[in-house]
T-cell receptor, first 116, second 114 residues
Framework: GAGVSQSPSNKVTEKGKDVELRCDPISGHTALYWYRQSLGQGLEFLIYFQGNSAPDKSGLPSDRFSAERTGGSVSTLTIQRTQQEDSAVYLC??????????????FGPGTRLLVL | GENVEQHPSTLSVQEGDSAVIKCTYSDSASNYFPWYKQELGKGPQLIIDIRSNVGEKKDQRIAVTLNKTAKHFSLHITETQPEDSAVYFCAASTAGGSQGNLIFGKGTKLSVKP
């Protein structure tokens, strides 16, 4: 079956512009995560969605970052007024069950964002 | 909160040799430890995981060991092949809690020379 897909695969934008990144999780997966991966760094947790529950936004680095998940499926990560330090790979992952159960997370290929 | 340290940051081995990557964690409540492999231009993929009620787990050429007392776990790859070249990430989480976020190490870039 299809895995996690993300679009666009690459995005180049100018400082100050807004960007939207999209994630399509595996069908039927209730949990969805966004991570940021900077060059040479590990994966930094951003936000977690589980079903219809309020998302865990504790990893968002600033109020310029927001995310939503419509209909319990597709998710969009929005970065407003982009800064050069936002340049990174943004990864989305989904899992069948909620976090805290040692569930495998399946990652998408990521969106490579470059802010000029 | 949890902190995961991973070493080495880079590792180069000859084809056929073994490779070992080590991670330490800080939260004694952590009980789930996955390892992910990330190839260039792709997202991470789970290759093996271990839970705290097990000390060792093997899957063909890959094995993971866990020492809860010392709070460290290791990935062992035997008979390495060029296609094993990738970045490997360890992670830890507290399964069973309301949080349960995976905390990742910073990765090890493994190069297998033919």
């Amino acid at each position: 079956g299809a895995g996690v897909s993300q679009s666009p695969s690459n995005k180049v934008t100018e400082k100050g512009k807004d960007v939207e990144l999209r994630c399509d999780p595996i069908s039927g997966h209730t949990a969805l995560y966004w991570y940021r991966q900077s060059l040479g760094q590990g994966l930094e947790f951003l936000i977690y969605f589980q079903g219809n529950s309020a998302p865990d936004k504790s990893g968002l680095p600033s109020d310029r970052f927001s995310a939503e998940r419509t209909g319990g499926s597709v998710s969009t990560l929005t970065i407003q007024r982009t800064q050069q330090e936002d340049s990174a790979v943004y990864l989305c992952a989904s899992s069948l069950y909620p976090r805290g159960r040692g569930e495998t997370q399946y990652f998408g290929p990521g969106t490579r964002l470059l802010v000029l | 909160g949890e902190n995961v340290e991973q070493h080495p940051s880079t590792l180069s081995v000859q084809e056929g040799d073994s490779a070992v990557i080590k991670c330490t964690y800080s939260d004694s409540a952590s009980n789930y430890f996955p390892w992910y492999k990330q190839e260039l231009g792709k997202g991470p993929q789970l290759i093996i995981d271990i839970r705290s009620n097990v000390g060792e787990k093997k899957d063909q050429r890959i094995a993971v060991t866990l020492n809860k007392t010392a709070k460290h776990f290791s990935l062992h790859i035997t008979e390495t092949q060029p296609e094993d070249s990738a970045v490997y990430f360890c992670a830890a989480s507290t399964a069973g809690g309301s949080q349960g976020n995976l905390i990742f190490g910073k990765g090890t870039k493994l190069s297998v020379k033919p």
